[in-house]
């Protein structure tokens, strides 16, 4: 009887050590070149497998109030950040203002056009823009990219002029993807998608007093010895320097 206790002790242990060794980081679809880096180089010094899961925020939450196992959380807004705590999934103990982006707007380098005179403001600019074309954007009711978007488009006062031309998606890289492939004459994302691409140019950058601050809060979801170990990284000079060279603020 104590041999049959002590294996069963052995094996319960086993399993949290293996449990423990194991974890999945759950981010932003615009996290994704940040967070592969992150983890590529945490894992050469630690003893813990780390499993990304890349998807818009809000495609996310949804996962995680369904009771996805994520360990660790990096959200493209604050506001679903708040949805889960107001909710009681994360505590607002475990969680940080990771990084900063700006919006902008772009095009295609194949079909690049001037529009170095190009007014955010200006309404007619944009309805001879969009004839005949789309304008590519998160969702703006969902997608924290598209809703960055939309308000911008609404302090501007040219959101009446366009919302009739917007080719929504279900995360910013879409939206992205769809000026490349030049399925979509204009696009709105964040300066790092935009920098990443070779296949795009930004027009001009939306002033950030036309919406709501970007911001990326990262949550620590569980309390166990590898989650800790990894969300004390990403709070260091290494993850600060990969932050900053993909164009995020970490101010």
């Known amino acids: ?37 992150l983890i590529s180089e945490f894992e050469k010094n630690n003893d813990i497998d780390v499993t990304p899961v890349y998807a818009s925020t809000s495609s996310l939450v949804r996962q995680i109030e369904r009771g996805a196992p994520a360990d660790v959380f990096i959200a493209a807004n604050q506001k679903w950040m708040t949805h889960l705590i107001d909710r009681g999934h994360v505590s607002s103990d475990n969680v940080t203002n990771w990084a900063g982006n700006e919006l902008v707007l772009i095009q295609p380098n194949s079909h690049e056009t001037d529009y170095a005179s190009f007014k955010l403001d200006d309404a007619k600019v944009w309805q001879e823009a969009l004839v005949n074309e789309r304008l590519a954007v998160g969702n703006t009711m969902s997608v924290p990219a598209g809703i960055y978007a939309k308000e911008s488009l609404e302090t501007l006062g040219v959101w009446e002029d366009v919302r009739r031309r917007l080719a929504p998606s279900n995360n910013v890289r879409m939206a992205l993807a769809l000026v490349e492939r030049q399925e979509a004459r204009l696009g709105i994302v964040y300066k790092t998608d935009a920098m990443l691409s070779k296949d795009v140019s930004i027009i001009d950058t939306f002033p950030e ?26 709070q260091g000079d290494f993850s600060k320097s990969v932050l900053e060279r993909y164009g995020f603020n970490t101010h």
């Open 1 to 37: 009887m104590k041999k049959r206790l002590l294996t069963l002790a052995l094996t319960f242990l086993a399993f949290q050590v293996s449990a423990q060794d194991s974890i999945k980081v759950y981010a932003a679809s615009s996290m994704t070149n940040v967070v592969n880096e």
């Open 209 to 234: 007093s036309s919406h709501s601050p970007i911001r990326y809060p990262v949550a620590k979801m569980s309390d166990n010895a590898s989650t800790q170990a990894f969300y004390t990284f990403m």
